[in-house]
């Protein structure tokens, strides 16, 4: 069965320095999103993605925040210079359809735990 | 803005009990409401949805009923399995202007054989 797949599945970084999340959608899908969890907090959204520019964006996703799709199947999502706020497990997913035409159903991958020392 | 707050875990439950997970729901339009479920090692996967009061999403012997007067959308199973030990999500999103999706904190739930 298609998944979504994330890598690291855990990253420790120091405060300041730059990380990059990686993530591979599921092929056919044409919409991407970046959501996240901070430990005890709700799930939040991001971005959203589509057609090799950002749909839209939240508060949280200022100018360290970037997302690219470099080539047919990698979607990243870049964080410039970290800060211990960072902390949180971020999520990929992906959809058939998006905006007016979304079903409600994203696959997600399984996450990935950033650590800001 | 839109917001769901579910009821805290962690939830413990003995194989063959009756499960309640609750929901509630603040939204200046009319949202569908979904539960995701996130089995160990897995991603967030949709449960059931709902997308108008009153109807009710099903799905492996999970249900949820839309309540627009109560603002509610609990999750409950009759009998849960071991295998039903997850962490779920409510959420609600405004389907048909866009993709975003507002979720809950998660409710750990732990089934005992």
């Known amino acids: 069965e298609p998944e979504v797949t994330q890598t690291p599945s855990h990253q420790v970084t120091q405060m300041g320095q730059e990380v990059i999340l990686r993530c591979v959608p599921i092929?056919?899908?044409?919409?991407f999103y970046w959501y996240r969890q901070i430990l005890g907090q709700k799930v939040e959204f991001l971005v959203s993605f589509y057609n090799n520019e950002i749909s839209e964006k939240s508060e949280i996703f200022d100018d360290q925040f970037s997302v690219e799709r470099p080539d047919g199947s990698n979607f990243t999502l870049k964080i410039r210079s970290t800060k211990l706020e960072d902390s949180a497990m971020y999520f990929c997913?992906?959809?058939?359809?998006?905006?007016?035409?979304?079903?409600?159903?994203?696959?997600f991958g399984e996450g990935s735990r950033l650590t800001v020392l | 803005g839109d917001s769901v707050t579910q009821m805290e875990g962690p939830v413990t439950l003995s194989e063959e009990a009756f499960l309640t997970i609750n929901c509630t729901y603040t939204?200046?339009?009319?949202?569908?409401l979904f539960w995701y479920v996130q089995y160990p090692g897995e991603g967030l996967q949709l449960l059931l949805k709902?997308?108008?009061?009153?109807d009710k999403g099903s799905n492996k012997g999970f249900e949820a009923t839309y309540r627009k007067e109560t603002t509610s959308f609990h999750l409950e199973k009759g009998s849960v399995q071991v295998s039903d030990s997850a962490v779920y999500f409510c959420a609600l999103s405004d389907l048909g202007r866009d993709d975003k999706i507002i979720f809950g904190k998660g409710t750990r739930l732990h089934i005992l054989p």
């Open positions: 709902a997308t108008k009061a009153d």
């Open positions: 092929s056919n899908h044409l919409y």
């Open positions: 939204a200046t339009g009319y949202p569908s």
């Open positions: 997913a992906s959809s058939l359809l998006g905006r007016e035409g979304f079903s409600g159903e994203l696959f």
